[in-house]
């Protein structure tokens, strides 16, 4: 693919969360992921060993702070504090999934801002970039003190409707008013119209369909959002779209978290495919027919090679990737 990387002080590592992902970004940049060995103590501690010589070198480490979140979060930060006492140059940590990130402001009083909790724990451990994929909040990239890359999936959930020839007579749907932004930028690349679900909460979560702004008769239509987590929120955004006349429903995101009952709930819904990124890794209870993974790692790949050149990454914004 012409992303090889050819430097002798560029070095990739890959932690517990997501092995499958970092195996194909280092079959795109063209090296072997780095030798290292991560395990337990008896009392559950988690103890890492760096297998080879990192001085000098531009470490990029991926890993996805999914669940179990605070088991991974934790092996990302010892790992980036063991490479700053052996002497990486940089440490550039590639979080395909950054946990905590809903968590990212003050909803009640005496709340915590997580997300900033973790920017300064990755900072202070010694994380010189920090590359990202769909952040929650876009904000959370001014919680850093150190340069952020964030890229975004839009371009290879859009591809796959291309692909397929679903975007023809389509239209994007956002399930709600805080996902237009996300929505806009997908219906840009499917060159189709917006539509909004405009919804209400009665109570703490549960979602109430109250209104769709566009036309939706007829359409296929594409819900996006970030992150579907229990599924609840966009099965009832579904079945609100297919009684309001569309003619098929897709959904997609850019993680999936797939927490509780949302497994049974996607696959007695409405939707035709729920498209989902490899960002989390799936396991084999989570592989569903209706289930479609396309990977992020080209996009990935394209963006770790960028920055270890000193070149651009936002040319990875403009066009779509297949």
């Not at 063209?30 to 501690?45: A, H």
């Not at 905590?100 to 010694?126: C, F, H, N, W």
């Not at 929650?136 to 692909?163: C, M, N, R, S, T």
């Not at 008013?177 to 917006?194: D, E, N």
């Amino acid at each position: 693919m012409g992303l090889e990387i050819n430097d002798a002080n560029f070095k990739l590592f890959a932690l517990n969360s997501n092995r499958p992902l970092a195996e194909k970004i280092a079959n795109i940049v063209g090296v072997s992921l780095g030798k290292t060995s991560v395990d337990r103590f008896s009392d559950g501690e988690i103890r890492i060993n760096i297998e080879e010589s990192v001085r000098g070198s531009n470490v990029f480490i991926i890993q996805s702070t999914s669940a179990p979140v605070n088991d991974n979060l934790m092996e990302l930060l010892i790992m980036i504090d063991a490479l700053r006492r052996a002497s990486a140059r940089t440490i550039n940590v590639v979080i395909p999934y950054y946990g905590y990130a809903r968590q990212d402001r003050k909803v009640r009083s005496r709340e915590p801002i997580t997300a900033k909790l973790v920017a300064d724990m990755l900072e202070r451990a010694g994380a010189t970039r920090v590359l990202v994929l769909d952040l929650h909040a876009a904000q959370i990239q001014g919680f850093f003190d150190i340069p952020v890359d964030h890229v975004i999936a839009a371009p290879l959930l859009a591809q796959y409707f291309i692909d397929k020839d679903i975007a023809k007579d389509a239209v994007v749907v956002s399930p709600d008013h805080g996902g237009v932004a996300r929505a806009r930028a997908m219906a840009k690349y499917l060159k189709v119209p917006l539509a909004i679900i405009d919804k209400r909460r009665p109570k703490a979560n549960v979602a109430e369909i109250m209104n769709i702004i566009g036309n939706v008769q007829n359409k296929k239509c594409i819900m996006i959002d970030d992150i579907i987590d229990t599924a609840g929120t966009i099965c009832l955004g579904g079945k609100a779209l297919k009684d309001a006349g569309a003619s098929q429903v897709y959904a997609c995101c850019s993680h999936a978290v797939l927490s509780g009952e949302a497994i049974n709930r996607l696959e007695n819904s409405v939707f035709e495919k729920v498209v989902v990124t490899d960002s989390i890794k799936l396991n084999d209870d989570k592989q569903i027919d209706k289930l479609v993974q396309v990977t992020v790692a080209p996009l990935l790949g394209d963006a770790i090679k960028r920055i270890n050149d000193n070149q651009p990454v936002s040319p990875l914004f403009t066009h779509n990737k297949k």
